[in-house]
C-alpha cells in the first residue's frame, strides 16, 4: 500500500467520523457534513496536488546567471530544466552548479541554452559558444557600464577614453591624474556616453580615476584608467618631397625633437634641392629605414628602377606613405592604383574638423584635404574626421604596408596651439604604417580582477607573472602558446616574457562592478545565434501550487473551529434530531 492511498483512506475515515458527529447536530448540520467532506478533500489536494501537463524544449536549458531579478526568476517556465550558476540568489529547488561546463554535462541532452540574467562570465563564453538561443537580460546597475581605453600609449601623445554610463541623466564625468587634478571632463549625452582626451607625460605606468557625476555633482560612481606609457623605438625615416610646404616643415621638426633619424631630399628647383642625408635612398638604406614619405612630385622624378626598389622594399617590411600634394599626373595615379588607391580627381571638398579625433576642444579649426575620390577596396581608414570623411587609407603589401594621406595642412594644429595633436596625428599614423621592428607583442587580457582567469597567448615557455611585491609566479604555457592566471591581489602586475616585461592592471573584486556587468551582458549578446524555433518541444507534467489548496482547507478549518465553540457556548447543542 503506497502513502497516497494510506493517506485517502485516513482521510476518508476521519471525513466519515466528523459527518456521523455532524448528523447529531441540529444547527448547520448541513453546512458542518460540507465542511467535514471538503475539508478532507482540501487537505487531500494540498498534500497531493492535481499534475498539470506543460510544454517545454527538451533540449534547452536554462541557465540563471549573477544579477537575475525576482521578476526573472517568477517568470520561468514551470517545466523548463533550470540551473543556477555561483552568485544567483535562487530558491532551493533550482539546480546548482559551479560552472557551465558541469552544467552541460549533467543536462548531456541540451543542444540550445537561454541565458537569464547579468550574462556568463568570462569562465563560461567558451562552453556556451554556438548554443546560446536566447538571453533574457537584466537591468545593469546605475553607473558605469561600459569604458574603452588604451592599455599603453607613447610619451607625448594624446590618447583617448570614452564609455558610457547608466541612468545618470544629466550627469558628467570627470578624468583625474595619479595627483588628484581634474585633467578632462565632459557631459554625459542623451544616451549617456562621453569622451575624453588626455596627454601622455613621463614614461611608466599610472593610473587615472574616472568619476561619475550627477546633475548635482555627486560623485555616482568611479573606476580606475590604468594607463602603461612607453618611449617606443624612434623611426627611421625617408622622405622625398616635389617642393617644400609647411606641413613638410612642421613634420621635419616635430620628427627632430623626437628623436627620429630623418633622411629628406625636398627639391626647390630644376637641379637644386635640400638634401639631408642620401640624396635618393639606395637598397641598402631602403633595409634599414623604417617608413619612407614620398608625394607625387618626387614619385615622377624616381626612374623605374628606383621605383621597383622601393616597392620591393615594402614588400619585404618597409612602411610607404604617399602624401597627395596636388592634382596626381596620368603616370602617378597608374602606379599608385597598381599599389591598391584608385584615384580620380573631384571638386574641391568642404573643409573638415578633427576636434573628436584628436581629443581638441572647440578648436575652431578646420582642414583641406585633395580634391581626390579614392577607391581602395582592400585599405583599411588610417585617419577620419568629424564627420566620418575619410583622410588617410592604409593596406598590406608583401610584409609591408602602404598608405595613401590626403590631409593638407596639418601644420595648422601647430601654429594653433595643439602641437600634442599634431605629434599625436603623425605619431599614430607613422607608427602603424611603419616596418615592424621589436618583437611581437604576446596577447594581454583586456581586463582583469582579482581571482578571475587572465588568459595570455603568444608567450614563451619561461613566461612569469610579477606582482608590485617582486614576487613572481611562472606560468604554465600549453602547447599553443597559452597560459592563464588569477590574481589574488589589486594592482599593476607584469608579464615577463622573452626578455620584455608587459604590464597590465588588475582590478579589485568589487571595484567598478557596473563595467563587469555591461562586459557579461555585451558578451553574452554576441554569443546569441542559435535559432530557438527549431527546438523539439516536449511534454512535462508538474503538480500545481499547493498553497491555494492549503489557503482553502485552512479557511474550511476556522469555520468549523467557530461553529465548534459557538455549540460550546450555548451549552452543547447537540442532540437527536
Given at each position: 500500500?503506497?502513502?497516497?492511498?494510506?493517506?485517502?483512506?485516513?482521510?476518508?475515515?476521519?471525513?466519515?467520523?466528523?459527518?456521523?458527529?455532524?448528523?447529531?447536530?441540529?444547527?448547520?448540520?448541513?453546512?458542518?457534513?460540507?465542511?467535514?467532506?471538503?475539508?478532507?478533500?482540501?487537505l487531500?489536494?494540498?498534500?497531493?496536488?492535481?499534475?498539470?501537463?506543460?510544454?517545454?524544449?527538451?533540449?534547452?536549458?536554462?541557465?540563471?546567471?549573477?544579477?537575475?531579478?525576482?521578476?526573472?526568476?517568477?517568470?520561468?517556465?514551470?517545466?523548463?530544466?533550470v540551473?543556477?550558476?555561483?552568485?544567483?540568489?535562487?530558491?532551493?529547488a533550482?539546480?546548482?552548479?559551479?560552472?557551465?561546463?558541469?552544467?552541460?554535462?549533467?543536462?548531456?541532452?541540451?543542444?540550445?541554452?537561454?541565458?537569464?540574467?547579468?550574462?556568463?562570465?568570462?569562465r563560461?563564453?567558451?562552453a556556451?559558444?554556438?548554443?546560446?538561443?536566447?538571453?533574457?537580460?537584466?537591468?545593469?546597475?546605475?553607473?558605469?557600464?561600459?569604458?574603452?581605453?588604451?592599455?599603453?600609449?607613447?610619451?607625448?601623445?594624446?590618447?583617448?577614453?570614452?564609455?558610457?554610463?547608466?541612468?545618470?541623466?544629466?550627469?558628467?564625468?570627470?578624468?583625474?591624474d595619479p595627483?588628484?587634478?581634474?585633467?578632462?571632463?565632459?557631459?554625459?549625452?542623451?544616451?549617456g556616453?562621453?569622451a575624453?582626451?588626455?596627454?601622455?607625460?613621463?614614461?611608466?605606468?599610472?593610473?587615472?580615476?574616472?568619476?561619475?557625476?550627477?546633475?548635482?555633482?555627486?560623485?555616482?560612481?568611479?573606476?580606475?584608467?590604468?594607463?602603461?606609457?612607453?618611449?617606443?623605438?624612434?623611426?627611421?625615416?625617408?622622405?622625398?618631397?616635389?617642393?617644400?610646404?609647411?606641413?613638410?616643415?612642421?613634420?621635419?621638426?616635430?620628427?627632430?625633437?623626437?628623436?627620429m633619424?630623418?633622411?629628406?631630399?625636398?627639391?626647390?628647383?630644376?637641379?637644386?634641392?635640400?638634401?639631408?642625408g642620401?640624396?635618393?635612398?639606395?637598397?641598402?638604406?631602403?633595409?634599414?629605414?623604417?617608413?619612407?614619405?614620398?608625394?607625387?612630385?618626387?614619385?615622377?622624378?624616381?626612374?623605374?628602377?628606383?621605383?621597383?626598389?622601393?616597392?620591393?622594399?615594402?614588400?619585404?617590411?618597409?612602411?610607404?606613405?604617399?602624401?597627395?600634394?596636388?592634382?596626381?599626373?596620368?603616370?602617378?595615379?597608374?602606379?599608385?592604383?597598381?599599389?591598391?588607391?584608385?584615384?580620380?580627381?573631384?571638386?574641391a571638398?568642404?573643409?573638415?574638423?578633427?576636434?573628436?579625433?584628436?581629443?581638441?576642444?572647440?578648436?575652431?579649426?578646420?582642414?583641406?584635404?585633395?580634391?581626390?575620390?579614392?577607391?581602395?577596396?582592400?585599405?583599411?581608414?588610417?585617419?577620419?574626421?568629424?564627420?566620418?570623411?575619410?583622410?588617410?587609407?592604409?593596406?598590406?603589401?608583401?610584409?609591408?604596408?602602404?598608405?595613401?594621406?590626403?590631409?593638407?595642412?596639418?601644420?595648422?594644429?601647430?601654429?594653433?596651439?595643439?602641437?600634442?595633436?599634431?605629434?599625436?596625428?603623425?605619431s599614430?599614423?607613422?607608427?602603424?604604417?611603419?616596418?615592424?621592428?621589436?618583437?611581437?607583442?604576446?596577447?594581454?587580457?583586456?581586463?582583469?580582477?582579482?581571482?578571475?582567469?587572465?588568459?595570455?597567448?603568444?608567450?614563451?615557455?619561461?613566461?612569469?607573472?610579477?606582482?608590485?611585491?617582486?614576487?613572481?609566479?611562472?606560468?604554465?604555457?600549453?602547447?599553443?602558446?597559452?597560459?592563464?592566471?588569477?590574481?589574488?591581489?589589486?594592482?599593476?602586475?607584469?608579464?615577463?616574457?622573452?626578455?620584455?616585461?608587459w604590464?597590465?592592471?588588475?582590478?579589485?573584486?568589487?571595484?567598478?562592478?557596473?563595467?563587469?556587468?555591461?562586459?557579461?551582458?555585451?558578451?553574452?549578446?554576441?554569443?546569441?545565434?542559435?535559432?530557438?524555433?527549431?527546438?523539439?518541444?516536449?511534454?512535462?507534467?508538474?503538480?500545481?501550487?499547493?498553497?491555494?489548496?492549503?489557503?482553502?482547507?485552512?479557511?474550511?478549518?476556522?469555520?468549523?473551529?467557530?461553529?465548534?465553540?459557538?455549540?460550546?457556548?450555548?451549552?452543547?447543542?447537540?442532540?437527536?434530531?
Amino acid at each position: 500500500m503506497n502513502a497516497t492511498l494510506l493517506v485517502a483512506l485516513l482521510l476518508v475515515s476521519a471525513a466519515a467520523l466528523g459527518v456521523m458527529r455532524a448528523r447529531r447536530v441540529r444547527r448547520h448540520r448541513l453546512a458542518r457534513i460540507g465542511l467535514q467532506l471538503g475539508a478532507a478533500s482540501l487537505l487531500y489536494l494540498c498534500l497531493f496536488p492535481p499534475l498539470d501537463s506543460k510544454n517545454f524544449h527538451a533540449d534547452e536549458l536554462v541557465v540563471l546567471t549573477p544579477g537575475a531579478t525576482s521578476a526573472q526568476l517568477a517568470a520561468l517556465p514551470l517545466a523548463a530544466n533550470v540551473v543556477a550558476l555561483p552568485g544567483v540568489e535562487a530558491g532551493r529547488a533550482v539546480e546548482r552548479a559551479p560552472d557551465l561546463g558541469t552544467a552541460l554535462r549533467r543536462h548531456a541532452g541540451a543542444r540550445r541554452l537561454r541565458i537569464v540574467g547579468g550574462g556568463l562570465p568570462a569562465r563560461d563564453r567558451d562552453a556556451a559558444r554556438g548554443l546560446v538561443a536566447a538571453f533574457d537580460a537584466a537591468p545593469l546597475p546605475r553607473g558605469l557600464v561600459e569604458l574603452g581605453a588604451p592599455a599603453a600609449v607613447r610619451a607625448g601623445n594624446v590618447w583617448r577614453i570614452d564609455g558610457r554610463v547608466e541612468d545618470v541623466e544629466g550627469g558628467r564625468v570627470e578624468l583625474r591624474d595619479p595627483s588628484g587634478a581634474v585633467i578632462a571632463t565632459h557631459a554625459l549625452d542623451a544616451e549617456g556616453r562621453f569622451a575624453l582626451h588626455a596627454g601622455a607625460k613621463g614614461e611608466g605606468s599610472a593610473t587615472f580615476v574616472l568619476n561619475v557625476l550627477d546633475r548635482d555633482g555627486t560623485k555616482i560612481d568611479n573606476a580606475t584608467v590604468p594607463l602603461a606609457v612607453h618611449a617606443g623605438m624612434p623611426l627611421k625615416i625617408a622622405l622625398l618631397a616635389g617642393a617644400p610646404d609647411a606641413d613638410l616643415k612642421y613634420l621635419r621638426r616635430w620628427a627632430a625633437d623626437a628623436g627620429m633619424a630623418l633622411t629628406s631630399r625636398i627639391a626647390l628647383s630644376d637641379g637644386v634641392a635640400l638634401s639631408d642625408g642620401a640624396a635618393v635612398p639606395d637598397d641598402a638604406a631602403l633595409r634599414v629605414a623604417d617608413i619612407a614619405i614620398v608625394d607625387e612630385r618626387a614619385w615622377t622624378e624616381l626612374d623605374a628602377q628606383r621605383k621597383q626598389a622601393l616597392i620591393a622594399a615594402v614588400r619585404d617590411g618597409l612602411g610607404l606613405l604617399l602624401r597627395a600634394t596636388g592634382p596626381l599626373p596620368a603616370p602617378v595615379a597608374a602606379d599608385w592604383a597598381e599599389l591598391g588607391f584608385r584615384t580620380h580627381a573631384v571638386e574641391a571638398p568642404a573643409s573638415v574638423a578633427l576636434d573628436k579625433t584628436l581629443g581638441l576642444v572647440d578648436s575652431g579649426l578646420t582642414f583641406a584635404h585633395r580634391a581626390l575620390a579614392v577607391e581602395a577596396d582592400a585599405a583599411a581608414p588610417l585617419l577620419r574626421a568629424d564627420d566620418g570623411t575619410i583622410l588617410a587609407w592604409s593596406r598590406n603589401l608583401g610584409r609591408g604596408r602602404v598608405a595613401l594621406w590626403l590631409l593638407a595642412d596639418s601644420y595648422r594644429l601647430a601654429l594653433g596651439g595643439a602641437s600634442p595633436a599634431f605629434a599625436t596625428l603623425w605619431s599614430e599614423a607613422l607608427s602603424t604604417v611603419a616596418r615592424a621592428r621589436g618583437a611581437s607583442a604576446p596577447l594581454l587580457p583586456p581586463s582583469t580582477r582579482v581571482d578571475a582567469r587572465a588568459s595570455f597567448c603568444a608567450v614563451a615557455a619561461d613566461a612569469a607573472i610579477e606582482n608590485e611585491m617582486g614576487k613572481r609566479v611562472p606560468l604554465s604555457v600549453d602547447a599553443h602558446g597559452c597560459a592563464a592566471y588569477w590574481p589574488e591581489a589589486a594592482g599593476w602586475h607584469t608579464l615577463l616574457n622573452g626578455g620584455g616585461r608587459w604590464p597590465f592592471f588588475v582590478r579589485a573584486r568589487d571595484e567598478a562592478i557596473g563595467l563587469e556587468a555591461g562586459e557579461n551582458r555585451s558578451a553574452t549578446q554576441a554569443l546569441l545565434g542559435a535559432p530557438l524555433s527549431t527546438a523539439a518541444v516536449a511534454t512535462r507534467e508538474q503538480p500545481l501550487p499547493r498553497w491555494p489548496f492549503f489557503l482553502a482547507w485552512l479557511a474550511a478549518a476556522a469555520v468549523m473551529w467557530w461553529l465548534e465553540r459557538g455549540a460550546a457556548a450555548n451549552g452543547g447543542a447537540a442532540s437527536d434530531a
